[in-house]
Every structure is written in structure tokens, then in C-alpha cells.
């Protein structure tokens, strides 16, 4: 079955640690994203990347940090400078980004930081 | 500039009778819209879009939705609300370039659908 797989479901961080988000899809797509979902507000963007080796900052990207060494997998990394990390976490994938492009989302990391 | 205003943060109905869930847009292009319904504690699920062909477009699960430019407006309607439809939507507007070509997508703040027995 094509989709979007992320891992781990559930996570959670001591304050001072770093913590990297798994995002694997195999759709074959080009572009992939990262999200913040907090309540009573709509996903924010953190990240994304429209080819390998390649990504750019989205609208929250401080104190996140991404790689895209394959095509199908772009990794977090939630660091120790992100002071409110606490949050449901979303990756999508869309064949482009572009032109009205679906983006197709995963089933979401919950990440609480004790 | 690019935004999405979904009017209600929730929307009560009982099971049976029409879903309206509203949302108005602001865009500089022409932009594409698109509706997704989120579970909770799940990833969103793609209902419907419009990329400027036929302004009423059909979705998944009975869900419908009507481009209107003059009104800026793309709700999204049921005839028949089933239990199963109580989840959390989201309006999603997508249009406008960004470095590199891409588009930039802008969701709306959400609207929880209670179906009521």
C-alpha cells in the first residue's frame, strides 16, 4: 500500500534533549512537509522540501532543523532551542509543489516534553 | 497575501440533517481550495478540491463544496449528517509563489462537527 508512514506515534522529551520525528513515504513524491498542530489553530509550516538535498525554511522553522538525503524520508529534528515543543506533528507529501498539487498527510507524531 | 476563515469553531447538528461548515478566502491568485476532515489524533484526510474547473465539486462520504468567486466563499455542505461524520475540518487554500516556485498553502483554524444521536 502507498502512503505515509511516521514514527514514532507517541514521544516523549525531557527538556534540554533533542528529538528527531520519522517521516517515510513511498508515493513517489517529490515534495514533502513538516507541521505544527496546536489546539484551536490550523497547521503551521515548518519546513519543506521540493527535491532531495534541498529544503527551505517555512513559517515556525526556529529551533527545528530538517534533512532530505532521500527522496522518500525527511526527518525533524525538534532541538533543545524550541522553546514550546509540545505539539501534534504532521508530514505530508505532494507529487509537486505546485499548481494546485493534493498534499497527502501522515497519521501524526504527538510529541510531549516533560 | 493569502488567508482562510472558517466562521465557526464549532458546529452542533443532529444525525440525519444538513451539514453547513462555512469558509471564506482571501487570495491575490487563483487560487485552489480544498477541504480535509481530521480525526482525532489522526492525519488529515483529503474530502474534496477545486482547481478552477466545475465550481461545485463532489468529495468523499456525500461531503460537497461550491466555489464561489463572487462571494470569496467555498462552504461545505452534507445533505445527511451520520455519526461518523463528527471529526474536525479544515479549509485549505493554496496559491501564490514562493521561492523556488512553490505554493504557498494557508489552512484555516478548523471547525469541529458534533453529531448529535
Known amino acids: 500500500d502507498g502512503g505515509i508512514t511516521q514514527s514514532p506515534k507517541y514521544l516523549f522529551r525531557k527538556e534540554g534533549q533533542n528529538v528527531t520525528l520519522s517521516c517515510e513515504q513511498n508515493l513517489n513524491h517529490d515534495a514533502m512537509y513538516w507541521y505544527r498542530q496546536d489546539p484551536g489553530q490550523g497547521l503551521r509550516l515548518i519546513y519543506y522540501?521540493?527535491?532531495?538535498?534541498?529544503?527551505q525554511k517555512g513559517d515556525i522553522a526556529e529551533g527545528y532543523s530538517v534533512s532530505r538525503e532521500k527522496k522518500e524520508s525527511f526527518p525533524l529534528t525538534v532541538t533543545s532551542a524550541q522553546k514550546n515543543p509540545t505539539a501534534f506533528y504532521l508530514c505530508a507529501s505532494s507529487p509537486a509543489g505546485v499548481l494546485g498539487d493534493t498534499q497527502y498527510f501522515g497519521p501524526g507524531t504527538r510529541l510531549t516534553v516533560l | 497575501a493569502q488567508s482562510v476563515t472558517q466562521l465557526d469553531s464549532h458546529v452542533s447538528v443532529s444525525e440525519g440533517t444538513p451539514v453547513l461548515l462555512r469558509c471564506n478566502y482571501s487570495s491575490s491568485y487563483s487560487p485552489s481550495l480544498f477541504w480535509y476532515v481530521q480525526h482525532p489524533n489522526k492525519g488529515l484526510q483529503l474530502l474534496l478540491k477545486y482547481t478552477s474547473a466545475a465550481t461545485l465539486v463532489k468529495g468523499i462520504n456525500g461531503f460537497e463544496a461550491e466555489f464561489k468567486k463572487s462571494e470569496t466563499s467555498f462552504h461545505l455542505t452534507k445533505p445527511s449528517a451520520h455519526m461518523s461524520d463528527a471529526a474536525e475540518y479544515f479549509c485549505v487554500v493554496r496559491g501564490g509563489l514562493l521561492s523556488g516556485g512553490y505554493q504557498k498553502v494557508t489552512f484555516g483554524t478548523g471547525t469541529k462537527l458534533q453529531v448529535i444521536p
Open positions: 522540501s521540493q527535491i532531495v538535498n534541498d529544503f
